[in-house]
């Protein structure tokens, strides 16, 4: 799933292409809103918020969308041919006088009333990358739930908005815990700078092609995907379990000797909880 640097990156090629632009072309392949034409609107601006994107429009209507797993948003100059997808696929077209933007697999898209926007988004927590963002709410909300883990605890967008299966693995290696760790058992040094951190890796790839954690060419990512390789730190081979509420699993990687704390038990029943919004 893209996480909130690659959302904010879309929404800002969305933008460029659209925004103060009149939609001479508009078509939503989805039932609901087949018929639905937003032809001879100007597109005010398109924001994200946290992992959505919010397409607002002259008239006071916003497209909200969601790319999930696959979805993804391309900007074509017209005339140039399409190359996001087979056509079943697209689920979007807005196109002004010079560009198209083509919507493929997209999961979540619907037109709303800007007003009513909270009813998409209104259940996120702070915004790492908006203009709402607050750390101190932030992290009075993952500490909401003390016996939580925190991997659990980052994904869920109703307490910060932004992190996904990457930055998960990544903050918790930088952190210097595991991702089963309760939140209420972070050291409290941790735990103040957890916020401050988060906010400082998405801010720093937002702006980046290939995104790095580690400042080192060629290797990227401390943890995530290097499974089983070594560690970039200690060389320990990168260990990978499944995480999660039961109700969707997130594959989640650490180093057993830089992250001391809990691990998933193989075959070790899980934990009942209920199924809890990631995006």
Known sequence: MPEGDTVWQAARRLHNALAGEVLTRSDLRVPKFATAD?????????????????????GGLTLHSHLRMDGSWKVYE???????????QIRAILGTADRTAVGYRLPVLELLRTTDEHR???????DLLGPDWDPDQA????????ARPLGEALLDQRNLAGIGNVYK???CFLLGVTPWLPVGGL??????KLPTLAKKLLEANRDRPVRSTTGRPGQNLFVYGRAPRPCLRCQTPV????QGDGSRERLTYWCPTCQPGPTPTPGAPR?????LPYN
């Open 271 to 275: 934990a009942h909880r209920k199924p």
């Open 169 to 171: 693995s990544e903050l």
């Open 38 to 58: 937003l032809t001879g609107r100007t597109v005010l601006e398109v924001t994200p918020r946290g992992k959505h994107l919010l397409t607002r429009v002259e």
């Open 239 to 242: 260990r990978i379990a499944n």
């Open 120 to 126: 998409a988004v209104g259940h996120l927590g702070p």
């Open 139 to 146: 992290l009075a909300n993952l500490l909401t739930d003390p």
């Open 187 to 192: 050291p409290a040094d941790r735990t103040a």
């Open 78 to 88: 017209n005339g140039r041919r399409w190359s996001g997808g087979p056509s079943h």
